[in-house]
């Protein structure tokens, strides 16, 4: 059955915008550029961000913005670091959702083609204690 994530794709229109992106603001890493060639659908670019396989495909962007997303987890120490390189690209930052204390603290930004990515510092089993404290608070 399912072993983990294999990877995940992003379909944009410009892959070189997409490409700093991915390196100034996550840190990836590209492994691969189809240049000339083309296996697939289309140009494509991999990338390894913490451990995971990023590939970008070049295409129509999505047509709408929605809160389907990708989270990367990121450390508390980086959260300001991370805001400052994603204003410098000058991309469309929203504001995080209302949270439980504790929980960690989120930056959600959108690329030119729609991607709505979120930075986050919390893990699973914070985010579940807290949400049960709040339950517990509320009984």
């Known amino acids: 059955m399912i072993e ?18 991915l390196e100034d603001v996550l840190g990836a890493e ?12 289309s ?3 991999f ?3 913490g451990g995971v396989w990023i590939a970008i495909m070049e295409g129509k962007p ?9 989270a990367f987890k990121i450390d508390e120490a980086d959260f300001d670091l991370c805001v400052d ?4 690209l000058g991309l469309d930052m929203r504001p995080p ?3 439980v204390e504790g929980e960690g603290r989120s930056i959600y930004f959108y690329d030119e083609d729609n991607h709505l990515f979120e930075l ?9 204690e807290r949400y049960a404290k709040a339950r517990e608070a509320a009984e």
Do not use: C, W
């Open 4 to 21: 983990g994530l294999s990877h995940i794709t992003f379909v944009v229109r410009d892959l070189e915008r997409m490409t700093a992106i």
């Open 30 to 41: 590209e492994v691969y550029s189809s240049g000339a060639e083309q296996f697939s659908l």
């Open 43 to 45: 140009p494509e670019k």
């Open 47 to 49: 990338f390894l961000v």
């Open 62 to 70: 999505l047509a709408t913005r929605s809160y389907n997303h990708v």
């Open 85 to 88: 390189r994603i204003r410098k």
């Open 97 to 99: 959702r209302p949270r």
């Open 120 to 128: 986050h510092t919390g893990t699973l089993a914070e985010r579940l």
